[in-house]
């Protein structure tokens, strides 16, 4: 008897004769449904099969017990990581149904776990809003799981299955009596799909800590077996709470958070919004739950809200005067930070990483909830909307003197040679999707960048020193820095408001930085750089960091370039007695020839896709590194000291 674990709280070719194809037969083509399918394309599915991928396997689960707490019949989801690898995923919602489904002669349970797009959430009426983002539910982790165990607490019964790599190694069970309702599905995920199938406790937790602020009054609990850790997740204030928490370390304009809650022709719309004196925009949007990195029609109806609403508590307040020009939406989202959750009936989602909403209706019901709620509450809130507007006011004036130096770099952003840095080496080729451009530190890297470059696609751009840190200062002062005014001139697509991504020179944008702390601190500069002024080139996937070798291993005259230290040990163990190592710590130590054949050469080079996957945790953590106040980055610093590697001293 099975139990469960005791919960812990192409090329061109010519055409063929008429008739050569009289063998190609409807018996040739390969129809894959389900399993297979999901087993054979995975990507597809989940988005790839690397730890992203692995992790949205326990986000799947973990949605279809929040859509219990969304109708209203679940109150705590337990997530636990056990020792062996595997994941638990707990609720105490009404339990999976077990009954035999009349149509098709299964049982509900197994219909769910075995049949894609089968479930409450489509179209049957088990549930009126739903989470999962991709609709393929708990069937997919089940195909791509090496063992799949669920219990179904209902009806006074515990009710237990399980599968070997989506197949059922029997039928519905009954193996216990219970007292309460509820779901526990435990997974091991199938290591012939993933290549590495360990868990990020750390990842996991941001997501469910942002689960729990997106419901509120939800309990989410993470339960680490190997650790004896159990970390617990409840916001009674529920995206109030999540813009405070964002906030955190900050000088607040309003102390009193705007927030709205309301219902539009179906749509629920949701939105809580506070000031600080930064001049960082931070606005996170989420439809059903899902986070939503490149906006959609939430986004667009929630900054055109604002920016009228704004404007037109300023003039009824005298702030603004009849000749003063309009505040932009430039101006009122300097220090902004908001969460935007709607919940949507029928969420189309759109993209390249299905992170776009695309319901146009869901634009004038967020547009709505935010005018009526947030003119209420700067009527009542008189003192907070005046220091509202008067900060968008002095982001008016930075905006201005922004504009005269954006201008000047807009005009040296055409595509002309001519008109292009100096310091540039650009390359021949002319369509982007084949283009790079080497973002090099130091002239004499440049150098040899320039050297060893392949001069049909790959462009070199070397800065000299450490770029401003963008993260304490506006535009109008960031535009004044040579090194950022050549390098936006070199992407050629504008910055700001004028930015155009269908204009940008490069598909491929690469930082190429020393080996050690001054090379770490200048990427970590690029990063936020473009994680500002740039998250549409992040999101379009064109930005990287290349990955020069670590250490040099060498006897004679033979020489094997390494990127780790496991890589180093087995390079020496290889070459033998008398091998040596030695650490790499700048570009500049490695001729061209070196230089092109371990860093820039794509068939041996290593690359590193810059992504963002939680965006309030990223946001967090360039401002703790980069912000102005010291305390958060020293204790930030404290508490990652020890999973330091290679730290160059």
């Excluded at 310091?423 to 973002?439: F, H, N, Q, T």
Aim: overall charge neutral.
């Amino acid at each position: 008897m099975s139990k469960a674990k005791k919960p812990l709280a192409a090329g061109s070719r010519r055409p063929h004769p008429l008739g050569a194809d009289v063998a190609y037969t409807a018996e040739q083509i390969q129809v894959l449904e389900g399993r297979e399918h999901v087993r054979r394309r995975p990507s597809m599915y989940i988005g790839s099969t690397t730890t992203t991928g692995l992790h949205h396997l326990v986000y799947e689960v973990v949605d279809n017990a929040v859509d219990e707490a969304l109708a209203g019949y679940a109150n705590k989801i337990v997530v636990t990581l056990f020792a062996d690898g595997s994941v638990q995923v707990e609720d105490d919602g009404r339990g999976i149904p077990v009954d035999i489904h009349k149509k098709e002669g299964l049982s509900a349970l197994e219909l769910v776990l075995t049949r894609l797009n089968a479930g409450g959430k489509f179209g049957g009426g088990g549930y009126k809003v739903s989470s999962g983002l991709h609709g393929v539910g708990v069937s997919a982790v089940n195909f791509l799981s090496e063992r799949l165990q669920v219990w179904v607490h209902r009806s006074g019964k515990i009710h237990y299955m399980e599968f070997a790599r989506g197949v059922p190694k029997g039928p519905v069970k009954v193996v216990g009596k219970i007292d309460h309702t509820g779901t526990i599905v435990r997974f091991w995920p199938d290591p012939q799909i993933f290549p590495d199938t360990r868990f990020d406790r750390e990842v996991i937790q941001h997501r469910l800590r942002e689960m729990a602020y997106l419901n509120k009054r939800l309990e989410i609990a993470l339960a680490d077996e190997s650790l004896g850790f159990t970390n617990t997740f409840y916001f009674e204030g529920g995206i109030v709470s999540f813009v405070r928490a964002l906030n955190r370390d900050k000088a607040v304009v309003n102390p009193t958070p705007f927030y709205v809650d309301r219902e539009v022709e179906g749509t629920q719309v949701e939105i809580a919004l506070q000031y600080n004196d930064t001049f960082v925009e931070t606005v996170l949007a989420f439809a059903n739950t899902i986070a939503t990195i490149e906006g959609g029609s939430h986004l667009t109806g929630f900054r055109s809200a604002l920016t009228n609403v704004l404007n037109r508590y300023a003039r009824k307040a005298g702030i603004l005067k009849e000749s003063d020009p309009n505040l932009t939406g430039e101006d009122v989202r300097e220090g902004l930070t908001a969460v935007v959750s709607v919940k949507v009936l029928e969420p189309q989602f759109e993209g390249q990483t299905k992170g776009k909403l695309g319901n146009a209706e869901v634009q004038g019901h967020v547009s709505t909830a935010l005018t009526e709620g947030l003119t209420q509450y700067l009527e009542e809130n008189p003192s907070e909307g005046r220091r509202i507007v008067e900060k968008s006011l002095t982001a008016a004036r930075a905006r201005e003197a922004a504009r005269k130096a954006r201008d000047l770099v807009q005009r040296k952003s055409l595509l002309e040679s001519s008109t292009l840095p100096g310091k540039l080496a650009d390359c021949s080729e002319r369509d982007p999707a084949l283009c790079e451009l080497y973002i090099v530190e130091g002239d004499s890297a440049g150098g040899t960048a320039k050297g060893g470059r392949d001069r049909k696609t790959q462009a070199i751009l070397p800065l000299r020193g450490k770029i401003l840190n963008v993260e304490k200062a506006r535009l109008d002062k960031v535009l004044t820095f040579e090194e950022i005014r050549n390098l936006i001139t070199a992407m050629g697509a504008g910055v700001g408001d004028n930015f155009n991504v269908d204009k940008i020179r490069y598909h491929k944008i690469v930082t190429m930085t020393d080996a050690d702390v001054d090379g770490s601190h200048i990427r970590t500069l690029l990063l936020t750089f473009f994680f500002r002024y740039f998250p549409q080139i992040i999101e379009m996937g064109y930005l990287y960091m290349a990955q020069p070798p670590l250490y040099k291993v060498f006897k004679g005259k033979q020489t094997i370039w390494c990127h780790s230290d496991a890589e180093r040990d087995k390079a020496m163990k290889q070459l033998g007695k008398n091998a040596e190592a030695a650490r790499m710590k700048g570009l500049g130590e490695m001729n061209a020839e070196e230089l092109w054949e371990t860093t820039m050469n794509p068939a041996t080079r290593v690359l590193l896709r810059v992504q963002v996957e939680d965006v309030a945790a990223v946001n967090e953590t360039f401002e703790k590194l980069m912000g102005p106040d010291v305390e958060p980055r020293k204790k930030f610093i404290q508490a990652h000291a020890k999973s330091v590697r290679n730290l160059d001293i």
